[in-house]
């Protein structure tokens, strides 16, 4: 095996293990999307940027471009609302839409790298 041999290996068990986490983030991203129709808040909107900042760069990390300015298109429109200081309906209505195409395209991603396996 020559070192280009092991480091495509190396990449690709390490993008393997990025998608196997994948699934999670999904939960994740519902239960806070959820949390914001309940309780519009500054602390839920700055964690739903957080995760959303964290996808779109460990997307584009690894390669999964879609996923990746999807997750960073979440993000503006979060950072909007938390600089603008209220979580106001329209914003809401903005992050409901940016989530649904972020979850959309991971849902994508882990069907599309499990019919590659």
Do not use: W
Request: aromatic share 2%; glycine share 8%; with cysteine.
């Amino acid at each position: 095996m020559t070192d280009m041999d092991a480091l495509q290996l190396k990449v690709g068990q390490l993008t393997a293990g990025y998608v196997e986490k994948l699934p999670g983030h999904v939960v994740d991203l519902k239960s806070i999307a959820e949390r914001l129709v309940h309780e519009p808040d500054q602390m839920v909107m700055n964690e739903l940027c957080e995760r959303a900042h964290k996808l779109a760069g460990s997307a584009g990390s690894y390669g999964f471009t879609d996923l990746g300015i999807a997750a960073k298109d979440l993000e503006n429109i979060c950072v909007t609302s938390v600089e603008g200081g209220d979580v106001l309906e329209d914003t809401i209505d903005g992050v409901t839409m940016a989530l649904i195409m972020l979850i959309s395209i991971i849902e994508d991603t882990i069907k599309s790298n499990a019919d590659d396996t």
